[in-house]
């Protein structure tokens, strides 16, 4: 990573990314259209991403954008495209009734006063910033593949389940 | 001549902060000066390459290719650009117009973007990133949704399939993709291009990881959607896919992140399987221009010798045979390390 010991410069960058990632995840709720919500959100992951690159924290940024903004949002778009069958200006929910808005903006808010207290009132452990932090690969995997192995491992045979299941529910059991 | 650009940076760096800019800065100005370097070399090298491309396929169909504009018709590029640039520009009206509009754009910023962490020679790059491959990899990965923008976009039956189709066989080939270069990282044990250049320092890793090469080159081919998995394009059953309906500068822009796609993996390939920027003689940036181009002609060889494969061909060749043998190949490196520190070989 690039570093920045000037502190404006990186506060100019939080500041972009956070905004863009604002903007967008309001997009993604606001737009009318659903396929604009659904690029909106790539847009969100990206800025996701983004901060996560400012944060030193560079492979959790590259999985954000392979994961999350190359593929999961991609099968998104596709699943929308293929079970979308109304004019695409009328296809999110949410936007044009008030009510619906309104209540989900006030849950919304009460969510987000919760969140805020709780990182505000939470005593965060401080953690000591490595020599070489750099090296967010090799931290990763030693806690992965070491501290928590099974956890890791039992993460895995889960998804394995999940996309054999996923299988038999769009192929069907033969009956014999 | 080997480190001409390594100094004209240090120079220019120099001079920045002897204008009284503070380091970041000058950083930060020098950045922008080696993006505007790396896209001017990327847009006037497109005007060889598909000239190249052109005289490559009249080869191998014995025809003569372009030949009458200059010696051996090399300004025949130049005239279609021109005549492109000059094209009117048609948005149709059924289009949705904020996305046809945005998706070249998206694609050609994507596909410049992967130029950021290649080699070009030692010390040469525009940012030393630390999991600079797996950077390359995700970069990758986005293209699929500017494609899938610009089918949808266009409001077309054949852009919508075409689109479909290179979302299809492009999720499906990046999983090959990424892991037939993980044999190569656990070998050189770094993400780091760099490094990875130097741990070929004695044996190109072609020689090391064969199977490897011949799984990226594939899922390359696929992921470019070049022939002969060129399905999302298909002239002849789908009148070009996703570009059927951009016209004039538009559609240049997607040609042209098509080439920088194909440079840029190109240029992957020459770093990770063919020792990168080292060589005898030369200086560092000439030998990866070369290994680069010999990957370009290989692409080349490839699509104008080999018919296009059927779609679901396509899809149960990745899945049943690409993705076996590339995991199948990680087992084998993995062992093959054991059994070499076992053995006291390295």
Redesign the interface.
């Known amino acids: 990573?690039?570093e920045?010991?000037?502190l404006s410069?990186y506060d100019a960058v939080f500041t972009a990314a956070a905004g863009v990632t604002v903007t967008a995840a309001l997009g993604v709720v606001l737009f009318r259209?659903i396929?604009?919500s659904a690029?909106s959100l790539?847009l969100a992951f990206l800025g996701v991403a983004a901060i996560y690159f400012q944060l030193n924290a560079?492979?959790l940024g590259?999985?954000q954008?392979?994961v999350y903004?190359?593929?999961i949002?991609?099968?998104i778009?596709?699943a929308i495209?293929l079970v979308m069958n109304r004019p695409?200006g009328r296809t999110n929910l949410t936007s044009p009734r008030t009510r619906e808005v309104f209540t989900g903006g006030t849950i919304t808010a009460m969510m987000l006063t919760a969140l805020i207290a709780a990182i505000g009132l939470s005593d965060w452990p401080k953690t000591v910033l490595l020599k070489g932090a750099?090296?967010?690969?090799g931290m990763l995997a030693e806690l992965m593949l070491g501290d928590y192995v099974v956890a890791f491992e039992a993460a895995a045979i889960l998804l394995l389940v999940a996309v054999v299941g996923a299988i038999i529910l769009a192929k069907g059991v033969e009956n014999k | 001549m080997e480190a001409l650009f390594v100094n004209l940076a240090a120079v220019l760096s120099g001079w920045l902060t002897s204008l009284g800019l503070s380091p970041i800065w000058a950083d930060t100005v020098l950045l922008f000066v080696k993006w505007i370097i790396v896209i001017t070399i990327i847009t006037l090298n497109i005007i060889i390459l598909i000239w190249l491309e052109r005289k490559v396929s009249a080869f191998f169909q014995e025809r003569l290719g372009p030949n009458r504009l200059g010696p051996f018709g090399i300004f025949q590029t130049i005239a279609d650009a021109i005549k492109l640039l000059t094209k009117e520009d048609i948005v149709p009206s059924a289009a949705d117009k904020l996305i046809f509009k945005t998706a070249p754009m998206f694609f050609i910023v994507v596909a410049v973007m992967l130029y950021t962490v290649i080699p070009m020679g030692q010390g040469m790059e525009v940012i030393n990133l630390n999991i600079g491959l797996l950077f390359f990899i995700s970069i990758g990965s986005l293209s699929t949704i500017a494609l899938l923008m610009a089918g949808w976009g266009s409001n077309n039956k054949w852009s919508l399939m075409g689109a479909v189709r290179s979302v299809a066989q492009m999720v499906s080939y990046e999983i090959p993709l990424a892991f037939s270069l993980l044999g190569v990282v656990m070998i050189s044990g770094s993400l780091n291009l760099q490094d990875i250049v130097a741990a070929q320092g004695k044996l190109w890793f072609i020689i090391l990881q064969p199977i490897a090469f011949i799984t990226y080159f594939i899922a390359a081919t696929a992921e470019l959607n070049r022939g002969p998995f060129d399905m999302p394009e298909a002239e002849q059953e789908l009148t070009g896919g996703a570009y059927t309906e951009y016209t004039g500068m538009r559609w240049a822009l997607f040609f042209l992140a098509e080439y920088t796609n194909l440079v840029a993996v190109s240029a992957l390939m020459a770093t990770v399987f063919l020792g990168g920027w080292q060589g005898p003689w030369l200086p560092s940036w000439l030998w990866i221009i070369i290994k680069t181009y010999g990957v370009i002609l290989v692409f080349f060889w490839v699509k104008w010798t080999f018919p296009r494969i059927r779609m679901d061909h396509l899809m149960s060749f990745s899945w049943k045979v690409l993705v076996p043998v590339s995991l199948g190949n990680i087992l084998l490196t993995g062992a093959g390390i054991y059994f070499c520190r076992w053995m006291g070989w390295c």
């Not at chain 1, 750099?134 to 690969?137: A, E």
């Open positions: 990573m690039i920045f010991s000037g410069l259209n396929i604009y690029l790539v560079g492979f590259v999985i954008i392979l903004a190359g593929a949002s991609v099968l778009i596709f495209m695409a750099d090296d967010t690969v």
